[in-house]
Each structure stands twice: as structure tokens, then as C-alpha cells.
């Protein structure tokens, strides 16, 4: 598995908070994904807000609260069921052209839920091309 150091971005505090992710989420809940440098499975808080997916330790947040990373959801590529890969039930897992990140779902429907609105979050925060762009081929 490819590391996530340039997977997700961690901001700085004025910028962060110009997503007011602990109000009003497209979707919320707990997921275990591995830590970044040791590689045990933890049980984190996600929020998925205007195309960014925050995580942090408690499911308790506020203004004041500081994400643990965040996934800029414009960046990914793909999300997809990750059972086979992992070898777990109810795993996901979230990729760029470069690197992927897993995650493992409480349930099979959570797991959908996840998968479809991270999903929905990559075709609405995804760059599209314009008729006024001048693409070269």
C-alpha cells in the first residue's frame, strides 16, 4: 500500500475552517483506517463537507475542533469496495493516480452509504473542461 503523505492535506487553522465542517455534513460517522506511519487500524470520526473528508479522534466537533487530515475529494480518482484487497468485511477504499487510502465500514450499508457519497462529493468537486478551455491533444 502506497503511503498517504501526499494523499491528504493538512491546512492551516484560518483556511481550514472556511469549510464549517462541524456543522450541517453531507455525511458523517465513525470508519477505522491505518495510521499514516504505524500501520494499525484506528477508529476515527469522519466528516464529509464541501468536497473535503475530515477526520478526527472524537465525534464531538466544533469550531474549535482540529481534523486529524483532510482528503481534498478533487484530487481522487476513484472509490471503490476494497473486501478483496484488504481481506475485511465492509472495506473501501479512496484513490488519486498516485496513492490509496483504506477504510473499513461498521456495516455493509455504512460501507455503501461511504462509497456513494464520497462518490457523488469526487463528480461535483471534480474539475470539468468548458467550452471557453483549449485542451491540447
Known sequence: MAG???FF???????ENQVPFWSSPERAGW???QGEYIKTWRRRWFVLKQGRLFWFKES???QYSRP??????????TVKGAEDVLNRQHAFELSTNKETMYFI??????????????GRSIVRHSRSITETEVLDY
Not at 455493509?108 to 464520497?118: G, R
Open 31 to 33: 470508519l477505522m483506517k
Open 9 to 15: 492535506t493538512r491546512k492551516e487553522p484560518a483556511e
Open 105 to 118: 465500514a461498521d456495516s455493509d450499508k455504512e460501507k455503501e452509504d461511504w462509497i456513494n457519497s464520497i
Open 4 to 6: 498517504i503523505a501526499g
Open 68 to 77: 486529524r487530515g483532510v482528503i481534498l475529494v478533487s484530487g481522487c480518482l
Open 60 to 62: 464531538t466537533i466544533t
